[in-house]
């Protein structure tokens, strides 16, 4: 033992792996750091795109570095004089590429440990999500051995670049392979994290577990590949029990590959946006995680998943307008709650997220599906706030109101007056430029409920919303049932 | 009719030609230059293959950069000299010789990967792309080996693949990167990207043919 960490520690002290530490972390600040620190606090988000980009950093370096070592012994033509040593060569082998996997690992800990330090700092909750780290811990290894595998089998000047190339081209080819193919076996590549034609969205795993199936699968896929390669160094030159033995490790590493491989490819999206692989499936995943959500002060509470929380003070400031205008009338949400989003591949126009519970008029509860949980390009903070004031400040107002398809043109005019305040007031004064814009692709307020311009319901709009507050107020307290009745009309709004 | 003088100056030019061939062929050899013309070749094919499938908006252009390294990795590979040092002191023509073979591997490297996209696919960004990526990572993979070894030069290129990748990546998921020093996210016809590019390979053939590969043990094999 004494002798193996003996042997361990010099393998150490004279590694390459060593001297590619400083251009993995420049590599990885250059390209992961930034990017994920950029993105919203979400540990789903964050962890997500770590297990990608760390596994892209990673695997040019650490698999020319390993092909590098791997070929050492015939480069310094040094075979014959180790082989008369009592260690046997399969062992000695192991201890280089062990030597190497550390300092691989060394620095991808640290690298993770500064990521998931701050982004902890950062978010109330939902994480930290430990799969996506172990994944690419995972992958590292398997780099290593492939790597070490092909400098010691092909030991020659072009071995580490174009092995280190080879392994980043098949990466980066499996992203292209996987296409639109939801079943697709390239998903075990480790750069894979999430369904794959969905991309990274902060809607999955907060209301819900984060599903470990697909990383189950590409951990056991990573430890086979490493172990078969591993297996085949001792397949030639060795002792016959040296050989059997390996042989049967290869064996079982090929077979852990393979079966890993065909588990991915009964994979499929489930309602939560995540991979489930039946096999891997426990149930317990199913059931949504507990949280007290987190709730603003406004005259209508708006709640959260504190996972969110960085968007509470910016949506509650998009929605405050209208539930100013609303809160205590009868009818009125008693709390805006945010809900959990679900995903469902549609055959014809493929990935699509829903809200799950949806509104229904008078509710006691509006349902908010943030902006953010819905799939597409990831939105900054004032982007979300805008697009929840255009779209869910008319909707909590339709849905008070009762206005519609088949409603009265008075509630119509209503709804599209009480609208109209969302774009003259914003109680956070650093939000207003935001919030008072247009939302991409939204309506102007000139064009909400749906009324046309110039029309009698439209000036009875634009009338009621020129009212003070108070006034529109005290009118909506009195005549609120018959205007939901219907049996208001335009011209007997004030 | 020749005369025994013209006779003795032409076996004199003949005699010269033979050395001069049996001096390029002999350090073409120590450099393992026939193992990278089959390596370019093969990227070369691997390019072609590659250009078979469709591929998205970013993947057009990744995909050709990572082969486009690989064939700069093989050419700046090809200077670690398994001589050392009783090569530099007796090598007169040495210079020249890492010169016209370094400029003769690259121009090589780039016909073979254009050829390659000529043959029916279609290269997203076109034989100027080539030029230019080609060219800007050989010249690193170039410095490389003059300050880490022969046997090291591929770091340089192999490191500067993610930055590149990355680069073309953020055109479509941004915030870009724009700097002409990531040449390959840069269009085709830009002047920086190409004179960053132009200038690490100046960089690097400069100081390979004054100077060669550091020399280190192993390297040249």
């Known amino acids: 033992m004494i002798a193996v960490t003996r042997m361990l520690r010099l393998e150490l002290r004279h590694n390459a792996m060593a001297l590619m530490v400083p251009v993995v972390v420049v590599l990885f600040w250059f390209t992961t750091y930034r990017r994920v620190m950029a993105m919203p606090p979400l540990w789903n988000l964050r962890a997500a795109d770590l297990q990608m980009y760390s596994v892209v950093d990673f695997v ?9 070592m791997g070929s050492r012994e015939s480069r310094r033509r040094l075979a014959d004089a180790v082989l008369i040593t009592p260690r046997a060569r399969w062992a000695r082998l192991l201890a280089t590429w062990a030597a190497t996997t550390i300092w691989a690992l060394v620095a991808y800990v640290g690298c ?4 998931y330090g701050m982004t902890a700092g950062q978010v109330a909750g939902g994480g930290p999500l430990w799969w996506p780290a172990a994944v690419a811990a995972a992958s590292l290894p398997a780099f290593t051995a492939l790597g070490f595998a092909a400098g010691v089998l092909a030991p020659t000047r072009l071995t580490a670049p174009v092995t280190a190339i080879v392994a980043f081209f098949v990466l980066v080819l499996s992203t292209e392979l996987i296409g639109h193919n ?7 590549a480790p750069i894979v994290s999430v369904a794959w034609n969905t991309g990274s969205n902060p809607g999955v795993a907060t209301f819900y577990p984060y599903l470990p199936d697909l990383s189950i699968a590409q951990v056991m896929f990573l430890a086979g590949v490493a172990v078969t390669l591993l297996g085949t160094l001792a397949l030639v030159g060795e002792s016959r029990a040296v050989r059997a033995a390996a042989g049967g490790v290869t064996a079982a590493g090929l077979a852990a590959a393979a079966t890993a491989v065909l588990l991915v490819g009964t994979s499929a999206m489930d309602p939560h946006g995540m991979m489930r692989i039946p096999a891997l ?5 199913d059931r949504p995680v507990q949280f007290t959500p987190v709730c603003s002060h406004a ?3 708006v709640c959260l998943n504190p996972a969110y929380s960085a968007y ?7 929605l405050e307008p209208v539930l100013n205008e609303i809160a205590g009338l009868p009818g009125a949400p008693a709390r805006i709650l945010q809900e959990a989003a679900t995903y469902r591949v549609d055959s014809r126009d493929g990935e699509e997220v829903r809200p799950t519970e949806g509104n229904t008029n008078g509710e006691a509860v509006y349902h908010l599906l943030l902006p953010v949980q819905m799939l597409g390009p990831t939105l900054t903070t004032a982007q979300t706030a805008s697009q929840v004031k255009w779209t869910d400040g008319p909707d909590i107002v339709a849905n008070f109101i009762g206005a519609g398809p088949g409603a009265s043109q008075a509630q119509n005019a209503v709804a599209a007056a009480l609208t109209m305040v969302l774009g003259r007031v914003s109680a956070d004064p650093n939000l207003r430029a935001d919030l008072n814009g247009e939302a991409p692709g939204g309506p102007g307020p000139s064009e909400l409920g749906g009324l046309i311009r110039g029309t009698a319901a439209q000036s009875a709009a634009e009338r009621f919303a020129a009212l003070p507050a108070q006034t529109r107020r005290a009118w909506l307290a009195s005549h609120l049932a018959a205007l939901r009745a219907g049996q208001i009309t335009l011209s ?3 | 009719m020749n005369t025994p003088a013209m006779t003795a100056t032409g076996q004199a030019t003949a005699t010269r030609l033979a050395t001069a061939a049996r001096l390029l062929r002999l350090y073409a050899a120590s450099r393992r230059t026939p193992s990278a013309l089959a390596a370019i070749a093969g990227c070369a094919i691997a390019l072609r293959v590659a250009l078979l499938g469709h591929w998205d908006a970013y993947g057009a252009l990744q995909l050709p950069l990572v082969i486009e390294t690989a064939a700069a990795t093989v050419v700046a590979a090809t200077v670690a000299s398994p001589f050392g040092e009783p090569e530099r002191v007796c090598g007169r023509w040495l210079p020249f010789l890492r010169l016209a073979a370094t400029v003769a591997l690259t121009v090589t490297a780039t016909s073979a990967l254009v050829i390659a996209a000529a043959t029916g696919g279609h290269l997203a960004g076109g034989t100027l792309d080539v030029i230019r990526n080609v060219a800007g990572i050989t010249g690193l993979g170039l410095l490389c080996a003059a300050t880490l070894g022969g046997g090291l030069s591929w770091t340089g290129p192999t490191a500067y693949l993610l930055p590149g990748v990355y680069a073309l990546y953020t055109q479509w998921h941004g915030p870009a990167l724009t700097t002409p020093w990531l040449w390959p996210a840069r269009p085709p016809h830009d002047l920086g990207g190409a004179l960053c590019a132009g200038l690490v390979f100046a960089a690097g053939l400069a100081v390979i043919t004054m100077r060669g590969a550091r020399d280190r043990p192993g390297d040249g094999e």
């Open chain 1, 60 to 68: 040019t370096p650490l698999t020319g570095a390993a092909a590098w």
């Open chain 1, 112 to 115: 993770v440990a500064v990521v």
């Open chain 1, 182 to 188: 939801g079943h697709s076996y390239w998903q075990i």
């Open chain 1, 281 to 285: 499936h426990d149930a317990a995943n």
């Open chain 1, 299 to 301: 005259a209508i509470p």
């Open chain 1, 312 to 318: 509470l003070a910016s949506t509650t400031a998009a």
């Open chain 1, 492 to 494: 007997q709004l004030p």
